[in-house]
Every structure is written in structure tokens, then in C-alpha cells.
């Protein structure tokens, strides 16, 4: 089980095994989309989950 807490928004309990790529579908975000952090650090989308607890960040675009 996975603490996932999503800037701004909720935090969910997920039972999800993969990639952060995968924790980022679970929660409906992509990875253009946002980004995961565990212990304060971005981590690689690719990296297997390795975390019981992380926070999702939206990217902001604009120009």
C-alpha cells in the first residue's frame, strides 16, 4: 500500500506495483503531467515503486 499525496488535491491509499509511471496513471495523471517525489527528491518515471509513501506534483505549463 502506497500513501500518495497529490498537491492540491487528495491524498490516496493505492495498492499499485510497477513503475512511478504506473502510480502516476492510478491517480489519473500522466507523466507531462506531473511529477513524483519521494523524500523531497523527483524521481525517473521508469523507476520501479520503491516508496510507501510519495508526493505527486502538477507541472504548470504556460508561456
Same mark, same amino acid.
Given at each position: 500500500? =502506497?500513501t500518495v *499525496?497529490?498537491?492540491?488535491?487528495e491524498? #490516496?491509499? @493505492?495498492d499499485?506495483? %510497477?513503475?512511478?509511471?504506473?502510480?502516476l496513471?492510478?491517480?489519473?495523471l500522466?507523466? #507531462?503531467?506531473?511529477?513524483? @517525489?519521494?523524500? %523531497?527528491?523527483p524521481?525517473p518515471?521508469?523507476?520501479a =515503486? *520503491?516508496?510507501d509513501h510519495?508526493?505527486? @506534483?502538477r507541472l =504548470?505549463? %504556460?508561456?
Amino acid at each position: 500500500m =502506497i500513501t500518495v *499525496d497529490v498537491a492540491g488535491d487528495e491524498t #490516496h491509499e @493505492l495498492d499499485v506495483e %510497477g513503475t512511478y509511471a504506473d502510480l502516476l496513471d492510478a491517480v489519473g495523471l500522466g507523466p #507531462h503531467e506531473a511529477t513524483v @517525489l519521494v523524500d %523531497g527528491r523527483p524521481v525517473p518515471e521508469d523507476r520501479a =515503486i *520503491d516508496a510507501d509513501h510519495v508526493r505527486v @506534483l502538477r507541472l =504548470i505549463k %504556460g508561456g
